[in-house]
T-cell receptor, first 111, second 112 residues
Framework: GQQLNQSPQSMFIQEGEDVSMNCTSS?????WLWYKQDPGEGPVLLIA???AGELTSNGRLTAQFGITRKDSFLNISASIPSDVGIYFC???????????WGAGTKLIIKP | NAGVTQTPKFQVLKTGQSMTLQCAQD?????MSWYRQDPGMGLRLIHY???????DQGEVPNGYNVSRSTTEDFPLRLLSAAPSQTSVYFC???????????FGDGTRLSIL
C-alpha cells in the first residue's frame, strides 16, 4: 500500500539553527500536507501543497512539493524553542477517503 | 469557535469495560475520522465517515465501533477494553476526505 517515509526520525538542534526534514514515497501524491504536534495537543496544519514544484512559506517555515510528486521537504529557519514538537507529513490515499501519515520527525532543542 | 471537541480528555478503564469517546465538530464538515497514536508512532486510522449515515474501516478497526447519525457527532465505542487499546485517541474532520483535517486535542485512555 501507499506509505510515507519521514526522515530524520528525530533531530537535536541548537536554537538559531536551520532545520531540514523530508518525506518520501514510492507512490505519487497529488497533495502534500505538513502538520506540527505540540506535546499534549492534536496536530495542527502548517502548510498544504497542491502542485508539483510548489514552494510555500508560512513565516519561518518553507515547504516544497517535489517535482517527481514522490517527495516533499520542510525547512525551518532560525529555530526557536517553541519549534519543538513532532512534524508530520501526510497525503491523501488513492481513494481520497483517507490521509496517509508519515511516522513524524521529532524536533528537540538542545539546552 | 470550538472546532473539534473531544470528551473526555483522560480516562482510565479496567480490562473488559466498555466506553464511548465523544467527538463533535461545529464546522459542518462532511468527513470525520478517528485515529490512535501510540508512543513514538504516527497516526493510525481506526474508522472514518464521509457523511451522516456512512462509516467505513480504517487501518486498525478491530475492537472499535462507530456510528454517524448526525453531521456534527462521531462517537467511538470500545466494546470490551483491552490493555493494547491504551493510547491517545484523536478525532479529526475536514470538508472532504482528501482535504486538510482539523484535529481535536485528544483523549488519553489507559486500560489496566
Amino acid at each position: 500500500g501507499q506509505q510515507l517515509n519521514q526522515s530524520p526520525q528525530s533531530m537535536f538542534i541548537q536554537e538559531g539553527e536551520d532545520v531540514s526534514m523530508n518525506c518520501t514515497s514510492s507512490s505519487i501524491f497529488n497533495t502534500w500536507l505538513w502538520y506540527k504536534q505540540d506535546p499534549g495537543e492534536g496536530p495542527v496544519l502548517l502548510i498544504a501543497l497542491y502542485k508539483a514544484g510548489e514552494l510555500t512559506s508560512n513565516g519561518r517555515l518553507t515547504a516544497q512539493f517535489g517535482i517527481t510528486r514522490k517527495d516533499s521537504f520542510l525547512n525551518i529557519s532560525a529555530s526557536i524553542p517553541s519549534d519543538v514538537g513532532i512534524y508530520f507529513c501526510a497525503g491523501p490515499s488513492r481513494s481520497n477517503y483517507q490521509l496517509i501519515w508519515g511516522a513524524g520527525t521529532k524536533l528537540i532543542i538542545k539546552p | 469557535n470550538a472546532g473539534v471537541t473531544q470528551t473526555p480528555k483522560f480516562q482510565v478503564l479496567k480490562t473488559g469495560q466498555s466506553m464511548t469517546l465523544q467527538c463533535a465538530q461545529d464546522m459542518n464538515h462532511e468527513y470525520m475520522s478517528w485515529y490512535r497514536q501510540d508512543p513514538g508512532m504516527g497516526l493510525r486510522l481506526i474508522h472514518y465517515s464521509v457523511g451522516a449515515g456512512i462509516t467505513d474501516q480504517g487501518e486498525v478497526p478491530n475492537g472499535y465501533n462507530v456510528s454517524r447519525s448526525t453531521t456534527e457527532d462521531f462517537p467511538l465505542r470500545l466494546l470490551s477494553a483491552a490493555p493494547s487499546q491504551t493510547s491517545v485517541y484523536f478525532c479529526a474532520s475536514s470538508p472532504q476526505g482528501f482535504q486538510p483535517q482539523h484535529f481535536g486535542d485528544g483523549t488519553r485512555l489507559s486500560i489496566l
